[in-house]
């Protein structure tokens, strides 16, 4: 899979919007983040309150050890929609100027095509994932006390990861199945802010725990908001299930793009 | 055996039909034609032996292998219209091509200086003109020098001195002994370069054969026909006395004046003779070999598809 990399690499090394979307992406979530994290700090330390509370709030903050994992990883997952479009605009514009068909003439098998653009995804995830652990060093490096504990939570940098790949797999998908460039991305958008969260309300007011087994739901709940109180949670089920519910997503969307690519006519 | 053998391909696109039951075999070392009227469904044949499009039922092989993707990397085709990258260089779009074949990246600049597009081979390639971007994709198909050529309307785009250079390159890709598929309306061209052809109209094989075969066959009959064209001061006067000649085939009033079609052995002086004697003077006396685009003409009605 690598030499098809290199070759997806070719295409898109000297495309300009690639670029001006990966390089979004690359410094506005650590500048965002670490600005962020900056002013939080500077407001907790000017607070007026009892320096008992002072500390309870301080060890609890975001942006200190163990918790900035978990900020890190829900930031990162707020920036990386950038991703998730530059990942369809990938894929729309190669249907869209028929390149994929010349990929096939060429010589490619459907597969091949489908393993190429897997491993710009891949690319993405894993370049993504180390962002958020480096962010998560320097930030909490940076604002916690001495003492704190280090690599507790990191595991939230391996939920983002399962994360920023569901989100890419749909994008694939989407991309895959519409084809065009402006819809997909409408459509995209129209299910990350809009379908899933409708679904999680649903499910959620008919106080069912189904909700937080929607496609993106279940990655989302791995990854919640750090700024919002514990009290609000209402999820009762436990992460193991989200993650293989995760998976099993995952598995759908590739076997339906998988039996779609290899069967249709290559055209726009 | 058979570079390309096509076994009973049909085609629909829900309620149209595309290719209905085409079989034909594609011999090595020539240049095959395939003719028919816009719409016959040429290209989807030739998208569907480059695993383009997925046939409704039958089933084609290269070289007599079921079609895989390592054979694709031997063959270099142009189907329907350029497809390159935009914002990538003529260079930079012939280097991912050959990265996909697997070979051929030497070849870049040797067959970006044979279709003439070296100088400009570091612009982008939206920005070259139709006939430009014809021409890298003829160059991308010489890549890796391939055994097998598909062409699908190789001059579309192209200057007059464009389709001269590319039919001679065309010969000489035969003449070393490279098979080479030609999809075409242009049969002028046809004519001038391909060794056997098949003609398809509405998705149905109406004949396939050298054209040789094909020019020198009238319906059943294996006869040689000729064409002339002739003229004379009153050429209505002349319609009627040569309906009256016995052993012509047609006759037929054009603009350029009128055309007959006879069998070989009417010679030109008979002809000549006949209408001196009937009282008309003959201006004008042109004989043509019958031509592939008649014999098209005869095969395939004159009406384009739709």
């Given at each position: 899979m690598f030499n098809l990399f290199k070759i997806e690499w070719l295409k898109i090394k000297t495309y300009r919007t690639f670029w001006i979307l990966f390089a979004g992406f690359l410094i506005f979530f650590p500048a965002g983040f670490y600005l962020m994290a900056y002013k939080y700090m500077e407001r907790m330390s000017n607070a007026k309150s009892m320096e008992e509370n002072?500390?309870?709030?301080?060890?609890?903050?975001?942006?200190?050890?163990?918790?900035?994992?978990?900020?890190?990883a829900w930031t990162g997952g707020m920036f990386f929609v950038l991703m998730g479009m530059l990942f369809i605009l990938l894929i729309t514009n190669e249907v869209q100027y028929r390149t994929h068909r010349q990929n096939i003439i060429d010589g490619w098998s459907r597969m091949d095509f489908l393993k190429a653009k897997l491993s710009i995804m891949v690319f993405f995830v894993l370049v993504s994932t180390v962002l958020v652990f480096i962010m998560g060093l320097i930030v909490g490096s940076q604002f916690s006390p001495a003492g704190a504990s280090m690599f507790d939570g990191v595991h939230f940098v391996g939920y983002f990861a399962l994360m920023a790949t569901v989100y890419l797999m749909l994008a694939f998908l989407v991309g895959i199945l519409i084809k065009r460039t402006g819809l997909s991305i409408i459509i995209y958008f129209?299910?990350?802010c809009i379908v899933d969260n409708v679904l999680w309300l649903v499910f959620t007011l008919r106080d069912s725990?189904?909700?937080y087994y929607m496609p993106l739901e279940a990655v989302d709940s791995l990854v919640t908001n750090p700024f919002k109180p514990k009290i609000m949670e209402r999820r009762t089920?436990?992460?193991y299930t989200l993650i293989i519910a995760a998976g099993i997503y995952i598995s759908a969307y590739v076997y339906i793009i998988i039996n779609y690519f290899r069967k249709t006519d290559l055209k726009t | 055996m058979a570079i390309l053998s096509i076994n009973n391909l049909t085609k629909n696109y829900r309620s149209i039909r595309a290719l209905d039951n085409v079989s034909f075999e594609v011999p090595p070392k020539t240049v095959f034609g395939i003719l028919g009227p816009n719409g016959s469904g040429k290209t989807t044949l030739l998208g569907i032996v480059m695993d383009i499009l997925k046939p409704t039922n039958g089933s084609f092989k290269w070289a007599g292998e079921q079609s895989s993707d390592e054979l694709r990397k031997q063959i270099g085709t142009l189907l329907e219209t350029p497809n390159f990258y935009h914002y990538l260089?003529?260079?930079d779009n012939l280097r991912i091509a050959a990265r996909i074949k697997g070979k051929g990246e030497d070849d870049i600049p040797k067959v970006l200086k044979t279709v003439n597009l070296y100088e400009r081979r570091k612009s982008k390639f939206n920005s070259y003109s139709l006939g430009m971007k014809q021409r890298l994709a003829i160059a991308s198909t010489l890549l890796g020098d391939p055994g097998i050529l598909v062409f699908d309307e190789p001059t579309n785009g192209l200057d007059p001195a464009g389709i001269a250079e590319i039919r001679e390159l065309i010969k000489e890709l035969n003449r070393q002994g490279k098979t080479i598929i030609m999809a075409s309306h242009i049969l002028d061209e046809v004519e001038k370069v391909c060794t056997h052809v098949a003609i398809i109209q509405k998705g149905v094989l109406k004949t396939v054969g050298s054209v040789h075969e094909i020019m020198h066959t009238s319906g059943t009959q294996n006869v040689t026909s000729l064409l002339i064209e002739l003229g004379a001061a009153d050429n209505g006067l002349l319609k009627n006395i040569l309906q009256g000649m016995s052993g012509l085939e047609s006759v037929a009033e054009t603009d350029n004046g009128i055309e007959i079609i006879c069998p070989e052995n009417i010679t030109p002086e008979q002809v000549n003779s006949y209408c001196f004697e009937k009282g008309v003077v003959l201006n004008k006396l042109n004989v043509k070999r019958k031509s592939l685009e008649t014999r098209f003409l005869e095969i395939t009605g004159k009406q384009s598809d739709r």
């Open positions: 002072l500390l309870k709030a301080l060890l609890d903050a975001p942006f200190v050890f163990p918790k900035v994992w978990h900020a890190a129209a299910i990350v725990q189904l909700g089920v436990a992460d | 260089s003529g260079e």
